[in-house]
């Protein structure tokens, strides 16, 4: 009998493969993505009835944030004007569907909020005291600045058009946009907080999801 045909000296079966992180693959309601942007669209269409109270007590006004604390976190929801409901909800929708899936519904989250809310408060820092902050940029900031980390040569398309690479969309529009003045009107402030808690969580994640064999 020859020796290979026996058990023992076999050579084994590779070792499978394992994923040590597991990102959401959930329903349509257990997408934070889909609440987050449904929410987004129901303060917006709220705000036709009065846009002026709706910025006044859910705005973020740095000379009021002592008084009215929670528009750290409401005036992420608050969008008064199409285009910038339509720009931030589509960008939240594509970044935050591979991200979501990705790192899965609590990592998420976090990041989402933890980006929003540092990039507010940034905008409290150094923004005007008596301006109105509003919009989910600074939590979509975060997003992809860990997704820049995670999946840098990801292929995205441009208006659906153009095709380009993740990093160079990150760092043509994302990052221009950032830099204090460079567009008026904009709240660089909130974007370059957001943007630098989703580059330090881009860089756990990356780690978090290496590929280990089973010895």
Do not use: C, E
């Not at 269409?45 to 009021?64: A, E, Q």
């Not at 109105?132 to 820049?148: K, P, R």
């Not at 008026?184 to 994640?205: K, N, R, T």
Request: glycine letters at 12%; zero cysteines; charged letters at 10%.
């Amino acid at each position: 009998m020859p020796l290979d045909d026996r058990d023992y000296m076999r050579t084994p079966p590779p070792a499978p493969r394992q994923r040590i992180w597991t990102g959401g693959t959930g329903g349509f309601w257990q997408n934070p993505v889909y609440i987050i942007i449904i929410l987004n669209l129901i303060v917006y269409i709220g705000s036709f009835i009065n846009s002026d109270k709706l910025l006044y007590y859910f705005g973020l006004i740095p000379s009021l944030f002592t008084q009215q604390p929670w528009t750290i976190l409401t005036n992420m929801f608050v969008h008064v004007d199409f285009w910038h409901i339509f720009g931030n909800m589509i960008t939240l929708f594509f970044f935050g569907q591979v991200v979501y899936r990705l790192v899965g519904v609590k990592w998420f989250l976090l990041l989402y909020f933890v980006s929003g809310i540092i990039g507010n408060g940034v905008y409290i820092w150094l923004g005007v005291p008596n301006s109105v902050a509003i919009g989910a940029s600074g939590a979509i900031y975060g997003l992809a600045g860990a997704l820049v980390v995670m999946m840098p040569n990801l292929k995205i398309a441009l208006w659906g058009v153009i095709p380009m690479r993740l990093w160079a969309f990150v760092l043509i529009f994302m990052v221009l946009w950032s830099i204090p003045y460079f567009i008026p009107g904009i709240g660089w402030q909130a974007h370059l907080g957001g943007l630098v808690v989703g580059l330090i969580a881009g860089f756990f994640f990356r780690r978090r999801m290496r590929i280990i064999y089973r010895t």
